[in-house]
């Protein structure tokens, strides 16, 4: 079976640039996590949704980073503009509703 | 004080050497608890789930000490592939699934 599948899985831009990133869920699970990791920060929950609807985007940091999730099974993360602190791996997981969440790749953004 | 906090290590043991983590929470409600592991440029895994005193699994075993808010994982005979970060896992309060994730201690094992 296909796990969590995120694209592209690098991306190379440049400041000022608009960046969306893109995630497909393991079919018939309900819950969908984006999360940032950084050297300095960890792993931070950004936003999560619950079929569907987002529920508590309190970890986006600021109004450049938008979500959208139009269906069970695709989800977008964008940064508009795009700034070099931005520069993180972003992770997207998905989970049945019970306690295991199942992380994509991963896609390695860089802002220069 | 962060909700979950770990020792960021680097832990370097030799094979065959037993090596413990420790992780310290902040939420004294919490009623469940994870380590995930994850590899170099990969995404984190769930290693062992913890919902009572521990767990234990082959050569990991996870103890949970609710009075003091820490948990536990003790890895015996470590082999060259259990060089990984390893993350501890708490889930936010009141929040569905959403999770807390601890810094990850980073565990090199040697020839």
């Known amino acids: 079976d296909a796990g969590v599948i995120q694209s592209p899985r690098h991306e190379v831009t440049e400041m000022g640039q608009e960046v969306t990133l893109r995630c497909k869920p393991i079919?018939?699970?309900?819950?969908l996590f984006w999360y940032r990791q950084t050297m300095m920060r960890g792993l931070e929950l950004l936003i999560y949704?619950?079929?569907?609807?987002?529920?508590?985007d309190s970890g986006m940091p600021e109004d450049r980073f938008s979500a959208k999730m139009p269906n069970a099974s695709f989800s977008t993360l964008k940064i508009q503009p795009s700034e070099p602190r931005d520069s993180a791996v972003y992770f997207c997981?998905?989970?049945?509703?019970?306690?295991?969440?199942?992380f994509g790749p991963g896609t390695r953004l860089t802002v220069l | 004080r962060k909700e979950v906090e770990q020792d960021p290590g680097p832990f370097n043991v030799p094979e065959g050497a037993t090596v413990a983590f420790n992780c310290t929470y902040s939420?004294?409600?919490?009623?469940?608890f994870f380590w995930y592991r994850q590899d170099c440029r990969k995404e984190p895994k769930l290693l062992m789930s913890?919902?009572?005193s521990g767990n234990e699994d082959g050569r990991f075993t996870a103890q949970l000490n609710r009075a003091s808010q820490y948990i536990s994982l003790l890895i015996r005979d470590s082999k060259l592939s259990d060089s990984a970060t390893y993350l501890c896992?708490?889930?936010?309060?009141?929040?569905?699934?959403?999770?807390?994730f601890g810094k990850g201690t980073s565990l090199l094992v040697t020839p």
């Open positions: 997981a998905s989970t049945p509703g019970g306690d295991t969440q199942y």
């Open positions: 079919s018939g699970h309900n819950s």
């Open positions: 949704f619950n079929n569907n609807v987002p529920i508590d």
């Open positions: 939420n004294s409600a919490s009623q469940s």
């Open positions: 913890v919902y009572s």
């Open positions: 896992v708490v889930p936010q309060p009141n929040s569905g699934y959403a999770l807390n």
